[in-house]
């Protein structure tokens, strides 16, 4: 007997003992010696090769069967009837089968590629990929109670065929999970079709900022004057709103709500224009007699006079040590507060009065704006405009530079203009042109963020937070019932103050704060109390 005949056998003994329930031999790990395999052909290699496989053939069949047989069934059927599976197979059909299958394997592994990959859904049929004799998209398959067995070690699942699915985890409905689009949500892939990898590719969308529609707080202010030419509301850095009533100033203290009378003029003037220092410890203050007037607010002491204006000082604007006034005199007058001159440089261009004043953040450039419809720039040590920009149809009184891009500039126009005009003072060329409908009377951006807010006059008296640079309107607010005229914004950037002919101050949180800034914490908060007077 040869020697692949004898393992053959052997291992049909031990078949058959196994499948009757008793202990045998572990024969099929014999392994022959060098004599007894130093005769092996090529012929008899396949011949144990085909042995083995039948003998692997053979126990899946009695392996299937039991699975299937009910409890109390015969479990000696012989191998190789309908029942039991096919079992009966020869070498050379078996040789066959397995290169069947190294090709069916090949035209698998490129199908499954192209699903993930391309996302090609075509059937297995159209690469050449046999189905499985039982339909089945998924790996694991509840067992129906028919054909549960008994015992206590007996799985709940039967294995299927993997289908398209193989890295893919596919719900039967048996976990109580489903989705709209029949994958699941815990698909592998992140950049298929299932939710986890339409997350990982698109961005969430950011809710839209929530900003009150009504003000926190309504302050009185008797003689407010209702003139589109002054300047007289300023928020100061330590916290400190400076408001020009009449013939007097008035402080108000944001963190007590204390109000301070500063001084009072003559009889026959008025105050016109109050600008802060960068440091919140000096005001300046701009009179209708054309006089410039610099007041330590700590000591309530006027520390100097100025003149050069033969009329109104109706804007003012700080640079380091140097204030800048703009008056009716059509002149701009640059005064170094410590000198002792009252004027350094003159600066003449304007054929109209001079109504708005801004230093850039860099102090480098001086925007000035006229009731001629100008708008100037200024470089610091010169004595002409750098950048003349005549597109306003009106007075430009609302001037603002951007604290996050240098030499960005915005600018607005009057009733008969209604635009706000942004520029870059760069390269001296404009960006872009939007129609707000009204009169622009003052321009702020954000400090925390890259928005503006705008107030307007004639007709609609509106305040309007835009997002730039693509000018969509967050909010409107409306409240007061004549011309917003004035406009400051509190130094933590998050609230702005309001003025109007109506003689009312209103306090509105438009802004974000600062990310690492707690709420409601620090000197830096405005008190919301009840609606008082500010004199």
């Not at 040869?2 to 053959?8: D, P, Q, R």
């Not at 394997?105 to 859904?121: M, N, Q």
């Not at 802060?276 to 701009?286: E, I």
Request: include cysteine.
């Amino acid at each position: 007997m040869s020697t692949v005949e004898t393992w053959t056998r052997a291992r049909e003994v031990d078949g058959d003992a196994r499948a009757r329930g008793s202990a045998a031999t572990p024969l099929d790990r014999y392994v022959p010696s060098r004599r007894a395999s130093a005769g092996f052909r090529a012929r008899e290699w396949v011949m144990l090769d085909a042995a083995a496989t039948n003998d692997a053939v053979d126990r899946g069949s009695r392996d299937g069967r039991r699975r299937g047989r009910g409890v109390g069934e015969d479990e000696d059927a012989p191998v190789g009837t309908e029942e039991g599976g096919s079992g009966g197979r020869g070498a050379g059909e078996t040789t066959g089968g397995r290169g069947c299958e190294r090709e069916d394997t090949s035209a698998a592994y490129g199908a499954l590629l192209r699903s993930e990959l391309f996302g090609d859904v075509s059937p297995p049929e159209a690469y050449g990929v046999t189905p499985p004799p039982t339909p089945s998209s998924a790996r694991f398959r509840p067992r129906t109670p028919s054909s549960a067995r008994g015992s206590e070690g007996s799985s709940g699942y039967s294995y299927g065929s993997p289908g398209r699915n193989l890295f893919r985890f596919r719900d039967d409905g048996s976990y109580g999970v489903a989705t709209d689009r029949g994958e699941s949500p815990y698909a592998l892939s992140p950049v298929g079709h299932a939710p986890l990898g339409m997350t990982l590719a698109s961005p969430r969308r950011r809710a839209p900022r929530k900003i009150a529609r009504s003000p926190f707080k309504v302050l009185d202010a008797p003689a407010l004057q209702d003139d589109f030419y002054l300047n007289l509301v300023d928020w100061s850095s330590s916290n400190v709103l400076a408001v020009g009533l009449g013939t007097c100033v008035y402080l108000w203290s944001a963190c007590t709500s204390k109000v301070t009378k500063l001084c009072e003029l003559a009889p026959n003037d008025s105050v016109c224009s109050v600008a802060w220092t960068q440091r919140g410890t000096y005001l300046g203050v701009g009179t209708n007699s054309g006089e410039v007037q610099i007041w330590d607010v700590a000591k309530c002491k006027k520390t100097r006079s100025m003149l050069g204006h033969r009329s109104r000082a109706g804007t003012l604007a700080w640079n380091s040590h140097t204030l800048s006034s703009g008056s009716r005199d059509r002149a701009i007058l640059n005064r170094d507060i410590r000198s002792p001159s009252d004027y350094s440089n003159k600066l003449l261009g304007h054929k109209s009065e001079v109504c708005g004043l801004k230093w850039s953040y860099d102090d480098q450039q001086l925007a000035s704006g006229g009731n001629d419809n100008q708008l100037f720039v200024w470089n610091s040590h010169s004595s002409s405009p750098t950048l003349r920009c005549s597109e306003h149809t009106a007075a430009v009184k609302a001037i603002a530079w951007s604290p996050h891009q240098h030499g960005l500039l915005a600018s607005g126009g009057g009733t008969a203009d209604r635009c706000i005009r942004f520029w870059n003072t760069v390269t001296n060329t404009p960006l872009q042109c939007i129609d707000t409908g009204s009169q622009v009377c003052n321009l702020v951006w954000s400090k925390n963020v890259n928005e503006i807010v705008s107030t307007h006059g004639y007709s609609q008296n509106q305040i309007v937070v835009w997002r730039y640079p693509s000018m969509s309107k967050l909010t409107t607010l409306t409240g007061h019932t004549l011309r917003v005229l004035f406009l400051a914004i509190s130094p933590d950037g998050q609230t702005i103050v309001t003025g109007a002919g109506d003689e009312t101050l209103r306090f509105w949180n438009v802004f974000p704060g600062v990310k690492s800034q707690v709420s409601g914490a620090g000197d830096n908060t405005v008190c919301a109390l009840a609606r008082t007077s500010i004199r």
